[in-house]
């Protein structure tokens, strides 16, 4: 199995004066898996439910940021020194094998404020079946990291 990155998709959600309040950006990832179509199909799937609901969140944020920017210009602030909200979503393939494929994501919101939120996670999968694996799935059947090693996977002193 090969994921692949594709190009960054952006989307911008514009005020009625046409400045933008809401800037989407993403990187989708797709799965190329000839000799497996179904797990190609089933993985390839929740990669895409993934970005959807990715999209989904961020376009939420559409009325709130028109209504901020309403106030915004309603305190003397000027269209051009607006400061849009910002949704992200970055992928990258990290791990493809035949016993499993895993890809890192971050999604970052700044919704303003001082800085944005990030947060980063992964999505492996079982490249036999193509389900998604937990935590549990990768470790000794328990969730528990190997006997005699900390959380981290270090042998412990």
Do not use: W
């Amino acid at each position: 199995p090969v994921l692949t990155r594709g190009d960054q998709v952006s989307e911008d959600i514009k005020a009625d004066d046409g400045t933008v309040v809401v800037t989407i950006r993403y990187t989708p990832i797709s799965i190329s898996y000839p000799e497996n179509a179904a797990v190609e199909k089933t993985i390839q799937k929740d990669l895409d439910k993934m970005v959807a609901d990715f999209l989904q969140s961020a376009r939420n944020y559409e009325e709130e940021a028109k209504t901020y920017y309403k106030e915004y210009l309603q305190n003397d602030g000027q269209s051009k020194d607006f400061t849009p909200y910002v949704c992200s979503l970055d992928s990258k393939p990290t791990r493809q094998d035949t016993g499993v494929v895993s890809a890192l994501f971050a999604s970052y919101a700044f919704t303003g404020g001082a800085h944005g939120g990030l947060v980063t996670f992964a999505r492996n999968y079982d490249a036999k079946t193509g389900n998604v694996l937990t935590m549990k799935d990768l470790g000794e059947g328990d969730g528990q990291p190997p006997e005699g090693k900390g959380k981290r996977g270090k042998k412990k002193n």
